[in-house]
């Protein structure tokens, strides 16, 4: 019988789980080091509980968008399909390529995980942190909380500094950077974003389909469309929330609430109401059926229209026009993007190219490898930052080609 070959993984969130399943297929002796209470907890709360494990359509990674493609050329959607097949769990399909387990609740991701690695070759050492690496010989030294171990390979899969309650507070990142590796500096991505909170005094929980544009001077650094939240401090929703990588101090965010149409046919559609639908009404109606009442208001007040004892007959056309331009672009100063605690992923992170896409092997020290969000890589909403740790995970525990060809033979643990 072949001597075992050890394996440390560092961090039991999805990259690190992966992984463990993949070193468990090729005959590794893996233990799991998790600094939280138990596995997985980061995982609970994807796609709002309802566990979008990944994306069918095309990769959408703002963030090292060319590694996580290379990434999926060696393990790709078809063949994380087949992963989960062969694991017993069955993959539903919505919108926009999202997946989802077929019970819509991210536990079943997590418990299916743990069924497959409660064998006598996995251990895990939960409430443990790992402080240190070194190299011994042709071993690696793990020193934890548990003490010093010696193992052939170590999987550093830490996470980033998004979610620092649920396990990501960043201290892995200091594994990787003492062996060589190069830091990207880290930031909130996928987060709402702050605004100055005057123009939306009142319209907190509001919600509307449009588009956003965040922009600097007059230039456009990035356009989204989507359901945007009115909240307190700011703004939130999918739309926004891939937008805040690019939100700064120096920025205005433009929210579009015409669908996307030309500033003249709104003007022509709002002088058909000043002058037929709402003529002799009071000025405040003019938006009724485009807009919430509470959010017209700001509109208007943004645009400069003074509604206060005015009928829409009332109003000029140069008042008309300005409100045209501002359902085109009601904007916003922003402040700043949320922090890492409201985050769901983290921008920035260990440089990409340091590691061999294929395997995730480190190119600077032989028998480390990372996966997952500790790598300067980050999608968008809908399974995308899942599916890149799922991916790298399954790579760095194989060790190279052949994990889907050896999950094509069946059962494997």
Known sequence: MKD???????????????????????????AVYERMDRVGKKM????????????????????????????????????????WGRLGLRIAEEEDGRCYPITRQASTILDTLRFHLEVPSVSFLTGTRVTGLRRDGEMWRVTSDAGERAFRRVIVCGGGMAQPKLGSDGSAYALLSSLGHRLVRPRPALT????????????????????????RDSACLHEERGELLFTE?????????????WAAPDTVLAIDLTDGADP???????????????????????????????????????????IRDRRTDDLPDEELRRLAETLRGFKLRVRGAKGFDAAQVTAGGIATDGFDPATLRSKLAPGIHAAGEILDVDGDCGGFNLMFAFAGGLLAGW??????EALKRGPTV
């Not at 605004?195 to 965040?214: E, F, N, S, W, Y």
């Not at 559609?269 to 009724?288: G, M």
């Open 44 to 83: 609970l709360a994807t796609g709002n509980g309802r566990g979008n494990l990944m994306n069918s359509g095309d990769p959408r990674y703002p963030g090292g968008g060319d590694f996580a493609r290379r990434v999926f050329e060696a393990c790709g959607p078809d063949d994380l399909r087949l992963f």
């Open 264 to 306: 003249d046919s709104i003007l022509q559609a709002l002088t058909a109401r000043r002058d037929v639908t709402w003529r002799a009404h009071p000025a405040e109606r003019l938006l009724t059926g485009l807009l919430p009442p509470r959010l017209a208001e700001r509109v208007m007040e943004a645009a400069g229209v003074r």
């Open 4 to 30: 075992r070959q050890t394996t440390a993984i560092v961090g039991g969130g999805a990259a690190g789980l992966a992984a463990a399943f993949a070193a468990c297929v090729r005959g590794d002796r893996v």
């Open 192 to 215: 709402p974003i702050e605004t100055d909170p005057a123009p939306i005094r009142g319209l907190a929980g509001i919600r509307v389909r449009c588009g956003v544009r965040v922009m």
């Open 399 to 404: 060790d190279g080609n052949g994990i889907i």
């Open 233 to 245: 401090h700011g703004v939130s929703g999918i739309c926004v929330m891939q937008s805040a990588r």
